[in-house]
Nanobody, 114 residues
Framework: VQLQASGGGLVQAGGSLRLSCAASGMIFRTADMGWYRQTPGNERELVASITSGGTTDYADSVKGRFTISRDNAKTTVYLQMDSLKPEDTGRYYC?????????WGQGTLVTVSS
């Protein structure tokens, strides 16, 4: 199983980025997917999640600014990040949770400058 995250970069506060996580080697349509953020010295925290049925959930800090979505045909999960703030800076990881196991991608770095 591979989860390949992309789309990170440097953006000014107020800007937008779209992260993508392409999955392979798993039955994507049955997996719950999530995006996590990690900053130095801290544990990974859940930013957004989407179930196999399409139900979404968000951390309070990103509600109204981030949108998670999935394309089962492309086996890809997305995170649209708008109105970015410096505190959104971190390495973003995607996670896939199937009935039998869980998998992590390698992460993509997001830096928001003030």
């Amino acid at each position: 199983v591979q989860l390949q995250a992309s789309g990170g970069g440097l953006v000014q506060a107020g800007g937008s980025l779209r992260l993508s996580c392409a999955a392979s080697g798993m039955i994507f349509r049955t997996a719950d997917m999530g995006w996590y953020r990690q900053t130095p010295g801290n544990e990974r925290e859940l930013v957004a999640s989407i179930t196999s049925g399409g139900t979404t959930d968000y951390a309070d800090s990103v509600k109204g600014r981030f949108t998670i979505s999935r394309d089962n045909a492309k086996t890809t999960v997305y995170l649209q990040m708008d109105s970015l703030k410096p505190e959104d800076t971190g390495r973003y990881y995607c996670k896939g949770l199937t009935p039998s196991s869980s998998y992590w991608g390698q992460g993509t770095l997001v830096t928001v400058s003030s």
